[in-house]
Structures are given as C-alpha cells and as structure tokens.
C-alpha cells in the first residue's frame, strides 16, 4: 500500500530533550516537506526537500532541523524543544517538486511540549 | 492579512443539503487551487484540483475558481455523514504552497 508513515503519533516531552519524528513514504516519491498544523493558523511548511541531500526552509524553520540521507525517509529534528512548538506535525511527499503536485500526508503526529 | 482566508466553520447541515464551501486570496499569482479533505486524526487528501479559472465536476464535487474576484468554492451535493470533516482550500504558484485554515463540517443523518 502506498503510504507516508510517522512515528510517534504521540509524544509528551519535556522543554529542552531532544527528539526526533520519523518519516518515510515508500512511493519512490522526490519532494517531502514537513508541516505544522496549529488552531486559526492551518498548515505552515517547516522545510522541504527536493531530493537526497537537499533541503531548504519553508515558512517557518526556527527551532527545527531536517536531514535527507536517503529518498524515502526525511526525519524531522528539534534539538532543544519548547512549548511553542506543541503542535500537530505532518509529513508530506510528492512525486515531483511544483506545489502543485499532489501532496500525500501521513497521518501526523501530535507533540507536547511541557 | 492573510494570503488566504477561510471561515473555519463549524458548518453543520442535514443529510442531502448543498454544501458551499469558500475562500478568498490576496495573491493574484496564484495559479492552481486545491481542496484537501482532512478526518479527523488523519492527514489530509487531495479531493479536488483545478487550474485557472472556471468549473470542475467530479461526482457530488464541484470546484470553482474566480479570479476576477479572488474567490474559489467547493460545493457537495447530496451531502452524506460521511463528508463530515474538515475542508482545507490551498493554492500555489512556482513552489509556494498556502493552505487555509479549514472549514469543519458537520453533516446529520
């Protein structure tokens, strides 16, 4: 079944330890992005790739990082998190890089900040 | 302002109405206008996909753009509980992607 998956779907975390969200699609896709997703704000872009090894920051970067090692995983990085950052994330692929390609969302997951 | 503006609802209608779904945008250069369909706790999915002006059918689906006004809709016909759900429009020119906030609707049996 083609499908993006994250992992963990949920996390409580304290301010300051580190954590890392998982995600992969195994579609063969080129371009995945990160989101998140906050009341009365709706979807924000993080980052996105284009393909292995490139990356760039989307609308609002601050406080995460994101590798791209191989095409199907992109790993999203918050060094030191802070409640600012209790959201619900989603990851996203697509086939070709063009916002107009059609985005497949993994299920999200929903993180706390404490 | 924001680049683009949806009423976040919540809509809730009985089984068989119409529903009419909308947003407003500010960027002139948006060329492609979507509709995601988000369950709850699940992502988002592409439901419906137009380019430029004018309308799209697709079922019980109608997308329509215009861009003299700004302003795009999404109808459901014959709406069903299971179109319950929240209904993000988004738009993109080059690699710029903007979603709206969604529009939760409800529909009753």
């Known amino acids: 079944e083609a499908q993006v998956t994250q992992n963990p779907r949920y996390l409580i975390t304290v301010t300051g330890k580190k954590l890392t969200v998982t995600c992969s699609q195994n579609m063969n896709h080129e371009y995945m992005s990160w989101y998140r997703q906050d009341p009365g704000l709706g979807l924000r872009q993080i980052y996105y790739s284009m393909n292995v090894e490139v990356t760039d920051k989307g609308d609002v970067p601050e406080g995460y990082k994101v590798s791209r090692k191989e095409k199907r995983n992109f790993p999203l990085i918050l060094e030191s998190p802070s409640p600012n950052q209790t959201s619900l994330y989603f990851c996203?692929?697509?086939?070709?890089?063009?916002?107009?390609?059609?985005?497949?969302f993994g299920p999200g997951t929903r993180l706390t900040v404490l | 302002q924001k680049e683009v503006e949806q009423d976040p609802g919540p809509l809730s209608v009985p089984e068989g109405a119409i529903v009419s779904l909308n947003c407003t945008y500010s960027n002139s250069a948006f060329q492609y206008f979507m509709w995601y369909r988000q369950y709850s706790r699940k992502g988002p999915e592409l439901l419906m996909y137009t380019y430029s002006s004018g309308n799209k059918e697709d079922g019980r689906f109608t997308a329509q753009v215009d861009k003299s006004s700004k302003y795009i809709s999404l109808f459901i016909r014959d709406s069903q509980p299971s179109d319950s759900a929240t209904y993000l429009c988004a738009m993109s020119v080059a690699d710029k992607l903007i979603f709206g906030t969604g529009t939760r609707l409800q529909v009753f049996p």
């Open positions: 996203a692929s697509s086939s070709h890089r063009g916002s107009y390609n059609e985005q497949f």
